[in-house]
């Protein structure tokens, strides 16, 4: 059984930053294609990143627009972790944040509990 729990979130002032990890078990991480998501109250949840296994060595990136240039995902395979590393945080970053396992299609399967994240003006 997958298990993801993310810390680090927190209340930081516009244009400041966060790192978020995400600490797996269960699974053998090295191959596992993970990424971050977020929900805003009121709104769905949404994509941030995603780090996609290819077969060899290489890890596929994505970010959404809203967030590219400053924020950047990353893993320790060795330490089963991913990150959520987020620069020139704005208010409109506020949200819930969350890890997730994903599938060959990179629909999530498995999702951590989340940690929030507010941003202030």
């Known amino acids: 059984q997958v298990q993801l729990v993310e810390s680090g979130g927190g209340l930081v002032q516009a244009g400041g930053s966060l790192r978020l990890t995400c600490a797996a078990s269960g699974r053998t991480f090295t191959t596992l294609s993970m990424g971050w998501f977020r929900q805003a109250p009121g709104k769905d949840r949404e994509f941030v990143a995603t780090?996609?296994?290819?077969?060899?060595?290489?890890?596929?990136?994505t970010y959404a627009d809203s967030v590219k240039g400053r924020f950047t995902i990353s893993r320790d395979s060795t330490k089963n972790t991913l990150w959520l590393q987020m620069n020139s945080l704005r208010p409109e970053d506020t949200a819930v944040y969350y890890c997730a396992t994903l599938n060959s299609d990179l629909t999530p399967e498995h999702w951590g509990q989340g940690t929030q994240v507010t941003v202030s003006s």
């Open positions: 780090q996609r296994w290819s077969r060899g060595t290489t890890y596929y990136l």
